[in-house]
C-alpha cells in the first residue's frame, strides 16, 4: 500500500540553523500538507500546495517558513532561521482530490532545536 | 474561523464498556467531519468520515447539525482501541486548493481490561 514518507525521523539543530523536511507524498496525489504538533498541543495546519503553489497557509507560516516540490515527488518544508518555539513534530500529508479525498498522514518528522 | 473542540483529553473506559468520544465544532457553512486514529508509534489515519455514514471497526458516528457535533461511539470497547482520537472539520479552502482540516485537541482513550 502507497504511503507518504517523511526523512529525517528526528533532527536535532541549532537555534538559528536552517532546517529542511523532506516529503514523498503518494505518487499520484495533487494536494500537498505541512502539520505540525507542539508536544501536548494539537495538530495544527501549516500550508496546502497544489499546483506548484500554496494555496493556503497559516498566520503560524510566516516568512521564516518556505515549501517547495522541487522534482514532482518530494515536497520539502524549509525552516530559514529555526527559534526555540519550532520545536514540534511536522506531519507531511497528501490526497487525491480536494473535495472528498482522505488525508494520508506521513509518520512526522520531530525537530528539536536548542 | 473553523473550531474543533474536543473536551476530554483522556477517556478511560474497561473493556466491553460503551465508548463516547465527544466533538464539537464550529464552522459557517457546510462543513465535512472526520476521525482520524494515531495508534501508538504509528501515524495518523482516518477512521471515517460523515459523508460516508459507515461503521469502521466498530465506530459510528453521526453529524448532528443542530448540536453541531459529531461523537464518535462504539458498543463495545476493545483493548486495541486503546488509541489517541482526532476529530477534524474540513471546510471550503481558497479556490482551487485543497481544503485544510482543522483538528481538535484530540482524544486519549485507554480500554483497561
Known amino acids: 500500500e502507497p504511503e507518504v514518507t517523511q526523512t529525517p525521523s528526528h533532527q536535532v539543530t541549532q537555534m538559528g540553523q536552517e532546517v529542511i523536511l523532506r516529503c514523498v507524498p503518494i505518487s499520484n496525489h495533487l494536494y500537498f500538507y505541512w502539520y505540525r504538533q507542539i508536544l501536548g498541543q494539537k495538530v495544527e495546519f501549516l500550508v496546502s500546495f497544489y499546483n506548484n503553489e500554496i494555496s493556503e497557509k497559516s498566520e503560524i507560516f510566516d516568512d521564516q517558513f518556505s515549501v517547495e516540490r522541487p522534482d514532482g515527488s518530494n515536497f520539502t518544508l524549509k525552516i530559514r532561521s529555526t527559534k526555540l518555539e519550532d520545536s514540534a513534530m511536522y506531519f507531511c500529508?497528501?490526497?487525491?482530490?480536494?473535495?472528498?479525498?482522505?488525508?494520508?498522514f506521513g509518520e512526522g518528522s520531530r525537530l528539536t532545536v536548542l | 474561523a473553523q473550531r474543533v473542540t474536543q473536551p476530554e483529553k483522556l477517556l478511560s473506559v474497561f473493556k466491553g464498556a460503551p465508548v463516547e468520544l465527544k466533538c464539537n465544532y464550529s464552522y459557517s457553512g457546510s462543513p465535512e467531519l472526520f476521525w482520524y486514529v494515531q495508534y501508538s508509534r504509528q501515524r495518523l489515519q482516518l477512521l471515517l468520515r460523515?459523508?460516508s455514514r459507515e461503521s469502521i471497526k466498530g465506530f459510528t458516528a453521526d453529524l448532528n447539525k443542530g448540536e453541531t457535533s459529531f461523537h464518535l461511539k462504539k458498543p463495545f470497547a476493545q483493548e486495541e482501541d486503546s488509541a489517541m482520537y482526532y476529530c477534524a472539520l474540513s471546510g471550503q479552502g481558497l479556490t482551487g486548493g485543497g481544503n485544510k482540516l482543522t483538528f481538535g485537541t484530540g482524544t486519549q482513550l485507554k480500554v483497561e481490561l
Open positions: 500529508a497528501s490526497k487525491f482530490n480536494t473535495n472528498t479525498g482522505e488525508l494520508f
Open positions: 460523515h459523508i
